[in-house]
């Protein structure tokens, strides 16, 4: 069972078990959510249950049915099993760049899929991404639209949701913004996947966010040294600070990194499982950042907002992790049995 907490601002607190249905023996993961805790927050549950009945993709995660209770709202979700992706490389024995290039292609098709439907995900980051089943083959499964948008006709997004580490430069600098959020996110993600550390650290907040609005990142030596230029030029036709420039999903399909042969087949699976031991235990990287966490560095940092008086505070968060996405003090959910959900 996992616990999901969400900002106040962003989406609703919530526990996901798992269930079996009892006429079929079938197994679902039920997103549980308190009504309590959705006062004053029914419309960010209405979108994200809006957005997920809209969707239909093999590598997005489906939602099959809701039930609603006197005291609770169920979310019927399709339970993915294989766990999540980086435990999944850690464990591996061998990965190349052609592994990560197959994962980013997967990530692609479905957010291309996603804005080709005017949605925008906004909080693409490792721990969304899930193995559909333990088998080695298993496709990647993109989850949790807590965050997600329609885009709306003269709609302009600019609320700070969104992880600090994955957050494209445009919403740090409260900019207007749109579908090359994630695509930035997905050159982020990219990234990692092929050193192991994410491209933006340090452990002071201050510096964090001037080098995400400055896109300033680097291909460090000895880690980038067996990786491909191509791999490189993918992720910097990504992770372009001027969303103008930045390629869309499209775009990136057609990359010869991801639609080509020039992903190379060496075995890099013990760097990088080494980096990502060391910035990414389950301890860390799985205290997701939220956005009031965000508009309150902004705050203190004198980066300016003008929409963070509408959103509830939250509790102070902790200082960032050195080579590690930073992270903010999770919320508690109250506990929910099976039972409860049968």
């Not at 291309?112 to 005017?118: A, E, I, K, Q, V």
């Not at 996110?185 to 650290?201: E, T």
């Not at 639609?259 to 997701?288: P, Y």
């Amino acid at each position: 069972d996992r616990n999901d907490a969400k900002s106040p601002s962003c989406g609703a607190f919530s526990e996901v078990v798992m269930a079996r249905e009892k006429a079929t023996g079938k197994m679902v993961a039920i997103k549980c959510i308190p009504k309590k805790a959705l006062k004053g927050k029914e419309t960010s549950i209405e979108n994200e249950i809006a957005v997920l009945r809209k969707i239909k993709h093999e590598n997005i995660v489906a939602l099959e049915d809701i039930y609603e209770s006197s005291n609770h709202l169920y979310l019927i979700m399709q339970l993915v099993s294989g766990g999540e992706l980086f435990d999944r490389i850690v464990e591996k024995g061998f990965y190349t760049e052609m592994d990560a290039s197959r994962l980013i292609r997967q990530v692609l098709d479905a957010v291309n899929y996603l804005h080709s439907m005017g949605i925008v995900h906004r909080d693409l980051k490792p721990e969304n991404l899930l193995y559909f089943n333990p088998h080695d083959e298993s496709k990647i499964m993109i989850s949790d639209f807590g965050l997600s948008k329609m885009e709306g006709t003269g709609d302009v997004m600019a609320t700070a949701c969104g992880t600090p580490g994955y957050v494209a430069p445009e919403v740090l600098a409260q900019k207007p913004y749109s579908k090359a959020v994630d695509c930035w996110s997905i050159g982020v993600i990219a990234y990692i996947l092929l050193c192991g550390y994410p491209p933006f650290y340090d452990e002071n907040d201050s510096k964090l966010f001037e080098q995400i609005l400055k896109a300033d990142y680097e291909f460090d030596a000895p880690y980038w040294d067996d990786i491909s230029d191509s791999a490189k030029d993918f992720i910097s036709c990504l992770m372009e600070k001027d969303p103008e420039k930045r390629f869309t999903c499209d775009q990136a399909l057609q990359h010869p990194w991801i639609a080509g042969d020039t992903a190379l087949c060496k075995n890099i699976h013990e760097s990088v499982s080494r980096q990502m031991r060391k910035n990414f235990a389950k301890s860390k990287w799985r205290q997701a950042f939220n956005a009031t966490a965000v508009i309150r560095h902004m705050r203190r940092l004198q980066l300016g907002t003008s929409f963070g008086s509408n959103i509830h505070s939250a509790n102070p968060s902790s200082n960032t992790q050195s080579r590690a996405p930073a992270k903010s003090q999770s919320v508690d959910c109250a506990p929910l049995s099976l039972k409860d959900c049968e």
